[in-house]
């Protein structure tokens, strides 16, 4: 089993609708977690980060964390075409600042 | 005024040339990383350097080797290029410990 699980898409979705995307873990040592947009040929780019379970919230973005489930997801309200990209999810262990990344999920958000 | 910047963009080179990608950052931190993406967009870790040490080196082919002059700057030399060498090569940097990492635009090598 891979450390980190994640749809790779794609996910075409009306703008307005509220986006989900998800992923799944095996190592229970993972402590942080993060979400990372990534444009066309360009560079991965932060866009949130939590730190054990919980919600994080930020303008129209959510970050939510089960680590009961091992089970991290992004949520996106009234979404934009300007939101179509590919979203990695990724977490790491403290321990050796190593980042564990998902494959992506690419969305399309339909205007 | 870009944070981290890497050269070149683009790398068209046959098999079993030699070649470099440069990075550079000038946010002042302390760790830089070589990324691989392939073409299936998966991003996966190579090496890590913290104040021109290394610390992560992934099972990466001997091919590839990185060189940090200073905590400013990670390069990485490709010797012997394949084909299966093809893939973005991203470089990023964090403060120690730190989980915002910052990417470069990526460097897109492409072996024929």
């Known amino acids: 089993q891979k450390e980190v699980e994640q749809d790779p898409g794609p996910l075409s979705v009306p703008e307005g609708a509220i986006v989900s995307l998800n992923c799944t873990y095996s190592?229970?040592?993972?402590?942080?977690f993060m979400w990372y947009r990534q444009y066309s040929r360009k560079g991965p780019e932060l866009l949130m980060y939590?730190?054990?379970?919980g919600n994080k919230e930020d303008g129209r973005f959510t970050a939510q964390v089960d680590k009961s489930s091992k089970y991290i997801s992004l949520f996106i309200r009234d979404s934009q075409p300007s939101d179509s990209a590919t979203y990695l999810c990724a977490m790491n262990r403290v321990v050796d600042d190593k980042i564990i990344f998902g494959k992506g999920t690419r969305l399309h958000i339909l205007p | 005024d870009t944070a981290v910047s890497q050269t070149p963009k683009y790398l068209v080179t046959q098999m079993g040339n030699d070649k470099s990608i440069k990075c550079e950052q000038n946010l002042g931190h302390d760790t830089m990383y070589w990324y691989k993406q392939d073409s299936k967009k998966f991003l996966k870790i190579m090496f890590s350097y913290n104040n021109k040490e290394l610390i992560i080196n992934e099972t990466v082919p001997n091919r590839f080797s990185p060189k940090s002059p200073d905590k400013a700057h990670l390069n990485l030399h490709i010797n012997s290029l394949e084909l299966g060498d093809s893939a973005v090569y991203f470089c990023?940097?964090?403060?120690?410990?730190?989980?915002?990492?910052?990417f470069g635009s990526g460097t897109r090598l492409t072996v024929v």
């Open positions: 190592n229970s040592a993972f402590q942080y």
């Open positions: 990023a940097s964090s403060q120690q410990g730190g989980q915002s990492y910052t």
């Open positions: 939590t730190y054990s379970s």
